[in-house]
């Protein structure tokens, strides 16, 4: 007996000491990991791609914004009255409840149960297009679809199986992402009859993904519940109808893994496989139960179809992103309810610990959008607890509590075992838990911004995505939908954070990729220093024979012939000053765009000769610095048109004669301000392509609006449908009439496009961050202006921007397949004049006014030496 005892303390000993030890080895394991991964201090996601950070276009993203359902073009049906976000096929399912179907024809004829081992791995656009073809032939389909939720934030399908009567198709749904949209036909024909198991996820998930709505199905799951089945899962169907035995936990496999595994296939396979057996006996079954206990023969059919019209009735279910208050708010309520109030009271400790939780929950949330993480790969709720609780000081010890609790509790998503708590996003950004609990990290409601300007902002730890972009646009929505005191505040905020997101990307696609200045060399014959230039500059030399290259790196050529001047004739060492690739005016080195301190509406119309030195007054800015300098001379310009009575915009005024006449720009001399002169030939065009596309529909104060517009231009008088079209070729350029009127003669009224835009042919509705970052795109198109006559000192590819292209917020408006020569007609009066009156000195004088102009903006700290406000050509 003793004896016994004995044995089983030893055995209870030992099995603990045996716990401990493993516990203690696996958490020096995770120590020593985290040893390695705190050094970075950049986020993970720059070195690990995830499979679908190749997805091009996602319908729902990670914003706070909602999601928008297909719309369908086709104007035929009443689509005027449905709602607007609502199901696209209503009408058709509706009709299909009104008119259940009796007879389904699940099973063609007799059909082995038999899997065999040939099934069909769909992964090719080709591929997906000859099986939606095939499905367009069948009268009945078998459809089960496999998420993955935890290395997501809202999920996504990895896997759709699509079983007919005489095969098995698993369609690669990560590969062919952005092409579903091929099998939306045939889930929306309401000939076809999809069958489902359980499809109230699968029905929501097609939509979120791919647009897929389904109409017309047979949910098994719907028939085992009007059958009053003991059970409703697919594995007791399988069994009981099929006498097949699966293995339900492979649903929780990775389905991101290719290839998949021969048992994923298999149990991937079985799922849809048997499906149609299956309702083929349920069908049965309904119909015997009917008329077995039907009253009446006008219910001879009724629980088969009340089966149809229950799986019918998920088809209505519309996929919505869940809302919150505030971010993390539900979770925040739930994990205070359940581990913090237990106790009751409701000390200081408590309280802060209760703060603690709503701030990590928050940030938990937004680290999962941001990462497209499930918010529990980011961080577990009992590592929240544990937290909030402790209140850990250093990021070691934060570090450690984390692997602790995740490790004792082990209720962790046990994906992969190589995995472990805690996971990349907070190795990556351990430092914002830290600042929470040291309460340097805000408030709650500043929480947010910081993170996110932290991770997304300029400059910021984590890459831009499909997923995380709009984020970052839509985040004013989300911000001004709680919290009213603080709006002011956040306003500011969202403001500025919408414009940072946008700069964000413009500075990835404008700003120079290589240095402008090459820092080349130029010797007189004499070797005498002349000037620093660029590559190309050398190379015109060199390709005709005028020079010689005397250095190679970096560069340097000599002229073989005595150059007309020579700097130091003009006691100026500007030209030789050796030119550095930042900013002038803050120094940034990493992103520049060039600047003409003179704007360009007057210096195209220069005589040639004070034309030809330009370099000194093109200068490379930031794009901050480039938006203070640029908003600085467009002020300037409305003073120069006030001082000088010439407007900035003209407008043509017209009597009612010179109406059928000229078309020729007459600008108004009747006012001396110049900012009610006239209207911008941008709005004029807008005003009228608007009218043009929507006159009729709009609002009639709207109407009037724009009406007004135009008329200015018209000098007041009525306007003609011709009148309106005219107007939208005003300002632009030959080739850009020509472009526009060529579009006109397919049809007028697509000719939207001129206003930049451009409709997506399918899914238009794609929010606006899309449509921000095409706008975006397209203004590069656009964008590199080549100005003739620049000799070949800069045509170094790098970019620069025209007068209405700098601004960040004209960026938005940017009307891009326009340029604007809005200020022409005022550049060239104004040199006219100065000419006229005071000659070329006059030009001179009016070039140190801009460069004064321009050091009172910037307060240029980086400019070269030698550069002055009075340089003298
Ligand atoms: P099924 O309808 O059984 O094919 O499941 C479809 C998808 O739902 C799976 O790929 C999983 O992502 C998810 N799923 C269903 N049930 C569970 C569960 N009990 N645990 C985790 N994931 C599940
Ligand atoms: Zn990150
Ligand atoms: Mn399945």
Not at 425 to 452: E, G, Q, R, T, W
């Amino acid at each position: 007996m003793e004896l016994k005892e004995k044995a089983k303390v030893v055995i209870t000993v030992a099995s603990l000491v045996a716990v401990t030890i493993l516990f203690v080895t696996e958490y020096r394991r995770r120590r020593q990991r985290r040893k390695q991964t705190s050094s970075l201090s950049s986020c993970y996601l720059h070195s690990e791609l995830k499979p679908q950070f190749c997805f091009k276009r996602v319908l729902a993203d990670n914003s706070y914004s909602e999601f928008k359902h297909l719309k369908l073009v086709d104007a035929s049906s009443s689509s005027l009255e449905k709602p607007s976000n609502g199901h696209p096929y209503e009408t058709e399912i509706t009709v299909l409840l009104e008119n259940p179907q009796i007879e389904f024809g699940f099973l063609r004829g007799e059909c082995s149960l038999e899997m065999s081992d040939s099934y069909v791995w769909v992964e090719t656009e080709s591929q997906l297009k000859e099986l939606a073809e095939i499905l367009a032939k069948e009268q009945v389909f078998a459809v089960d679809t496999e998420q993955h939720s935890l290395r997501s934030f809202l999920g996504f399908t990895a896997l759709i199986q699509i079983s007919t009567h005489e095969e098995d198709f698993l369609v690669d749904t990560i590969a062919l992402h952005d092409v579903m949209s091929i099998l939306r036909p045939v889930f929306s024909d309401p000939n076809i009859c999809k069958v489902f198991h359980g499809a109230d996820n699968d029905v929501i998930w097609l939509q979120r993904d791919f647009h897929i709505y389904v109409v017309n199905m047979f949910d098994t799951a719907k028939a085992c519940e009007v059958l009053s089945k003991p059970q409703r899962s697919l594995a007791y169907l399988l069994e009981t109808v099929c006498g097949v035995a699966t293995n339900k936990l492979l649903q929780r496999e990775d389905w991101r893994q290719r290839p998949l595994s021969e048992e994923m296939v298999r149990y991937a396979r079985t799922d849809a496989h048997y499906l149609l057996h299956i309702a083929d006996s349920l069908t049965t079954e309904l119909k015997q139960l009917a008329t077995e206990d039907s009253s009446s023969p006008d219910d001879r059919f009724h629980f088969l179809l009340e089966a149809s019209r229950r799986s019918n009735m998920t088809c209505l279910q519309l996929y919505m992103k869940e809302t919150e208050d505030f971010p993390g708010s539900a979770a925040s309520s739930s994990i205070i309810y359940r581990h913090l109030n237990g106790h009751g009271d409701k000390s200081n400790i408590s309280l802060n610990a209760e703060e603690l939780v709503r701030k990590l929950c928050a940030w938990r949330d937004l680290m999962g959008r941001i990462h497209d993480e499930s918010t529990r790969y980011v961080l577990s709720d009992q590592a929240i607890v544990g937290l909030s609780c402790k209140q850990p000081t250093t990021t070691e010890e934060i570090y450690d509590t984390i692997a602790h609790i995740d490790l004792a509790t082990e209720s962790s998503p046990s994906l992969s075992s190589s995995v472990q708590s805690p996971y990349p996003v907070i190795c990556s950004h351990l430092d914002d838990i830290y600042k929470m609990i040291l309460d340097k990290l805000a408030k709650l409601d500043d929480l947010l911004p910081v993170v996110l300007k932290k991770c997304l902002g300029t400059n910021g730890t984590c890459p831009i995505s499909v997923f995380n972009y709009s984020l970052l646009v839509n985040f004013k929505t989300k911000l001004s939908s709680h919290s009213a005191p603080k709006q002011n505040g956040h306003k500011n905020f969202k403001q500025q954070f919408t414009r940072k997101a946008s700069r964000e990307l413009f500075v990835k696609k404008f700003s120079c990729k290589a240095p402008v200045y090459h820092n080349c060399r130029i010797y007189a014959n004499d070797g005498r220093l002349l000037c620093y230039c660029d590559k190309r500059k050398l190379e015109w030399y060199l390709n005709r024979g005028l020079a010689k290259l005397v250095e190679e790196n970096p560069p340097a050529i000599m002229l073989l012939f005595e150059p007309k001047g020579r700097p130091e004739d003009e006691g100026n060492d500007f030209y030789i000053q050796t030119k550095r690739n930042i900013c002038v005016g803050c120094g940034e080195g990493k992103h520049y765009l060039r600047y003409r301190i003179i704007p360009s509406c007057y210096r195209v119309h220069f005589p040639e000769h004070l034309k030809s030195h330009r370099s000194h007054d093109i200068v490379l800015l930031c794009v901050d610095c480039h938006e203070v300098a640029h908003a600085a001379a467009e002020r300037y310009k409305k003073q120069i048109a006030t001082e000088f009575g010439i407007p900035l915009f003209v407008r043509r005024v017209l009597d009612s004669k010179e109406a059928q006449g000229t078309s020729s720009l007459v600008e108004d001399e009747s006012t001396g301000d110049s900012e009610d002169a006239g209207v911008s030939p941008l709005h004029l065009r807008s005003a009228a392509m608007a009218l043009l596309r929507h006159g009729n529909r709009m609002p009639s104060s709207r109407r009037e609006e724009l009406l007004q517009t135009v008329k200015m231009y018209y000098g007041g008088r009525d306007l003609s449908e011709e009148d309106l079209e005219k107007a939208l070729l005003i300002g632009l350029s030959p080739h850009e009439r020509r472009k526009l009127e060529r579009k006109k003669g397919v049809s007028f009224k697509h000719s939207a496009e001129v206003a930049g835009m451009d409709k997506q042919e399918d899914e238009n509705n794609d929010g606006e961050a899309l449509a921000d970052f095409e706008k975006i795109m397209t203004v590069e198109r656009s964008t590199v202006v080549d100005d003739s006559g620049d000799g070949t000192s800069e045509g170094d590819g790098a970019k620069e921007l025209n007068d209405t292209q700098c601004n960040g917020n004209t960026l938005h408006q940017q009307n891009s397949k326009l340029s604007l020569l809005g200020h022409g007609p005022h550049g060239k009066q104004i040199v006219e004049y100065l000419l006229r009156e005071h000659g070329e000195d006059g030009v001179r004088d009016f070039c140190q006014r801009w460069r004064k102009v321009f050091v009172d903006a910037v307060h240029p700290r980086h400019l070269p030496g030698g550069w002055n406000v009075s340089h003298r050509v």
